[in-house]
């Protein structure tokens, strides 16, 4: 006999509207398998797991409430959506979240109609929801819009900027605040659930409403102090004033996991036809699975696991990962300098500080999701002769670059930027991909722009952005291991500027940004065995060039390939520009960039992304025979 269905309800639910069919005393069993099948499909593909499991009882509510896709639904942080694509058609293929040509770990408008915003960077949702509001209003329709916030995303400041400009429009737009671990407020049983009721309510804000109308009524000098004392009451029972002040109608706060108290919170805030309203929701992530509930980080994102135990299966490799091989090599400088200081934006673990925290907890800072405010913190705290190391992901610095080039470059401030994630990140995808930190940093007068070809030379470029206090200084490594070489105890200072032979050719020469070293100096071995003696050269800057090291490659060779794991505009066409400028490309010199392609890369495993790109071994061989032509052609008939 086949066993039974452990979800049986779920199992009628391919739709929304599905859900809505069911009785709502229904709900908290939905609500428990879909908690469950969240579960067994992120163990099979890994992922996002603690965020989805917080918001499963929420997601089940605002799906019964709201008329979606119709009414639009926005999650912010995108990564808790994994309980939002089960139920709304895309459970099946959930076992292809972040794999190759599968479903993305993010909201993403191109996936589902559900998905009416995509992102997978954090505290978007508000400024996207306004927009969408007010394209309703001048539509003159009346769909709903929500805007899930949580996860850490309230504490970016873009979330405060669409608040307020929210609040002064009026608009009838809807945001939870899923309110998780970091309780902004706590929850106090029945009755915070009764009053987040009873203010939610029609009735209330009935009553509400005419008083301000009595208000009109009263002299100029009593108006005030009518409108603070109904703000005060409330406030003092239900929290929410910051909000208040901002224009939102705040509700809450209330448990997120108790659907006989969303549910009714929701109805009264779907009905409300006027201005914009706040629900604060407060979850537990990692809910319902222990392992998850347990962990310090709630499982926040996890590699394949074994369900019953919470195990993860760990990666096969011995060679250090290079965020540890930085923060080691931060603490290892940080503790004969006392000058240093880390910062990081609510990424303490993926930067590796958590490590620098535990050595130096008073000279590190965790700003919160707020890359712009840790640029400019950190070039106050370089004005005053420290030397502070902000660490954050590529794609994360995007959103500073305003405060990199006003607050940092223009004042020559000696900021350190310690550059994860740069290059291909596989299974987030293009949210996540470093692919442009190069070419926006390369044009700023000032910048020293740095890449290490391997941890040990990552190392070397921690002490040296130690000793450089002329300006500001960058390097960037990528997420993953290292190749295994042997690591110095310290860091080596480097020249600024100069880069280093690594093999010496005479027909092509390879001159390598970054860590794609290894695969130039394989494709190199390759080319060697048809004859076509190839040189090697490891770049360590793109800012400053090293303009003798590139010059002697171009008139020495016939074939230049310049290899770098990042997006068009970097280092490849800071080498071309030296090239042009100097008349070397007017000499019969093959010049060919080898790069990231020129489009958004979607989520895959990193090696597959790389051969893709032709930024391996194969590709980057690929590449010097097709700028050979003939010549090739002829080594291989040899």
């Known amino acids: 006999m086949s066993q039974p269905s452990k979800t049986p309800l779920l199992d009628q639910i391919s739709s929304p509207a599905d859900l809505r069919r069911f009785p709502p005393k229904d709900l908290r069993q ?14 099979t593909t890994g992922g996002h797991l603690g965020a989805g499991l917080g918001v499963v009882e929420l997601t089940v509510a ?124 706590p929850p106090t049983g029945a009755m915070s659930a009764y009053l987040a009721r009873l203010v939610s309510g029609k009735a209330y804000r009935s009553l509400r409403d005419r008083a301000k109308t009595v208000s009109k009524l009263l002299p100029e000098f009593m108006r005030e102090g009518a409108r603070k004392t109904e703000e005060f009451t409330r406030g003092f029972f239900t929290g929410g004033t910051m909000f208040e002040e901002l224009g939102f109608y705040y509700v809450g706060p209330i448990d997120g996991h108790d659907l006989d108290h969303l549910l009714p919170v929701l109805k009264n805030v779907r009905d409300a036809k006027q201005g914009p309203i706040l629900v604060h929701v ?92 840790a640029v400019t913190f950190a070039a106050g705290l370089a004005a005053e002769g420290y030397k502070p190391f902000v660490a954050i992901y590529s794609t ?44 926006f940093l390369v044009p700023l007068p000032g910048m020293v722009v740095m890449a290490p070809s391997d941890e040990a030379e990552l190392r070397h470029m921690v002490a040296t952005a130690v000793a450089y206090d ?81 010059s002697r490659l171009a008139r020495e060779h016939e074939v230049l390939l310049l290899v770098e794991e990042g997006a068009s505009g970097g280092f490849a066409h800071h080498v071309l520009g030296h090239l042009a400028a100097n008349g070397l490309l007017d000499e019969g010199l093959k010049v060919r960039p080898v790069l990231m392609p020129d489009r958004f890369a979607e989520h895959a495993a990193p090696d597959v992304m790389i051969a893709k790109a032709g930024l391996d071994k194969a590709g980057i061989v690929e590449a010097a025979m097709k700028a050979l032509g003939a010549s090739a052609r002829q080594a291989l008939k040899a």
Do not use: C
């Open 30 to 43: 939905i609500a428990d398998e879909l908690r469950t099948d969240l579960v067994d499909a992120v163990s």
């Open 62 to 185: 605002l799906h019964y409430v709201f008329d979606t896709p119709e009414d639009r639904l926005i999650w912010d942080v995108g990564h808790q959506a994994y309980p939002h694509k089960i139920l709304t058609g895309r459970r099946a293929a959930m076992r292809t979240v972040r794999q190759e040509n599968g479903l993305s770990g993010f909201a993403k408008r191109t996936e589902s109609e559900y998905d009416p915003f995509g992102a997978g960077h954090s505290s978007t949702s508000i400024s996207a929801g306004l927009g969408m509001a007010v394209a309703r209003d001048l539509d003159r329709g009346t769909r709903n819009v929500v805007a899930v916030i949580g996860d850490g995303a309230m504490s970016a400041g873009m979330a405060y900027e669409a608040m307020n400009n929210a609040g002064a429009l009026d608009a009838r737009l809807v945001v939870i605040l899923n309110d998780n671990d970091m309780s902004i407020a």
């Open 282 to 373: 407060v979850t537990k992530k990692g809910k319902g699975y222990a392992p998850a509930e347990n962990s310090a980080d709630k499982y926040h994102g996890v590699s394949t696991f074994d369900v019953i135990t919470g195990a993860q299966a760990k990666a096969k490799n011995t060679a250090p990962s290079y965020t540890s091989v930085f923060a080691k090599s931060l603490v290892r400088e940080a503790e004969s300098d006392d000058k240093i200081v880390a910062i990081n934006a609510a990424m303490p673990n993926g930067t590796g500080l958590d490590l620098f925290g535990e050595a130096f907890p008073k000279r590190t800072f965790d700003v919160g999701i707020a890359e712009q405010h």
């Open 396 to 439: 994360f610095l995007q959103r500073a670059y305003d405060q990199i080039v006003h607050d940092v470059a223009i004042q020559h401030l000696p900021v350190r930027f310690a550059i994860d994630r740069a290059g291909f990140v596989g299974a987030d995808g293009a949210t996540h991909a470093g692919s442009f930190d190069t070419s």
């Open 470 to 550: 002329e300006g500001p200084i960058s390097f960037r490594y990528p997420r993953g291991n290292g190749v295994g070489v042997e690591l110095p105890d310290r860091g080596t200072v480097l020249d600024i500027g100069k880069g280093r032979i690594v093999k010496q050719g005479t027909k092509v020469a390879i001159l390598s940004f970054g860590t794609r070293l290894a695969d130039s100096l394989a494709a190199a071995e390759e080319l060697d065995t048809f004859g076509l003696s190839t040189t090697v050269a490891d770049a360590r800057f793109a800012k400053p060039l090293d303009a003798d090291l590139v």
